[in-house]
């Protein structure tokens, strides 16, 4: 019982000592709309934040090996990118797109899509397409896959 007792406490204590973030909402991906499919997909999944589509991860064949694109919609200031993990190791950012601050506009108003290049996605990669507004304060990343 004590055992119990104690594995719960620490449990609690390292949720609570998780540092606390940025104000931001990541939801788990899921496949795209059958609109938002590119012609050539092999897969497509989308990554929303607050119910807001921010990122579209799009797979296909290419010259016979699956590469992989992010498309995102962003508001000025904000940015589009993927992260790749290769053989398991650390995830590394790739393709950064920046949408950049307009003049008078507003930087929080309408958003802009941008899309990323195409980064490989074979045997031993992992790949998943991310989106921000600016500051971070809406972010959403799909699975990865």
């Not at 990122?55 to 790749?84: F, N, P, S, T, Y």
């Not at 899509?113 to 500051?135: E, H, S």
């Amino acid at each position: 019982m004590r055992i119990k007792i104690v594995s719960v406490l620490l449990s609690a204590a390292a949720v609570a000592a998780l540092p606390a973030g940025p104000a931001t909402s990541v939801a788990a991906d899921k496949p795209c709309a059958a609109s938002e499919r590119w012609e050539r997909d092999r897969k497509c999944y989308t990554a929303t934040a607050r119910n807001v589509a921010l990122v579209d991860l799009h797979i296909q064949k290419q010259r016979g090996r699956d590469h992989a694109r992010a498309e995102g919609w962003v508001e000025e200031g904000g940015a589009v990118w993927m992260e790749v993990r290769k053989d398991g190791g650390a995830a590394k950012r790739v393709h950064l797109k920046r949408v950049p601050k307009g003049g008078t506009f507003n930087p929080h108003g309408a958003s802009r899509q941008k899309a990323t290049g195409w980064q490989y996605d074979g045997p031993g990669y992992l790949v998943r397409g991310c989106a921000a507004n600016a500051g971070d304060r809406l972010k959403a990343c799909t699975g990865w896959h």
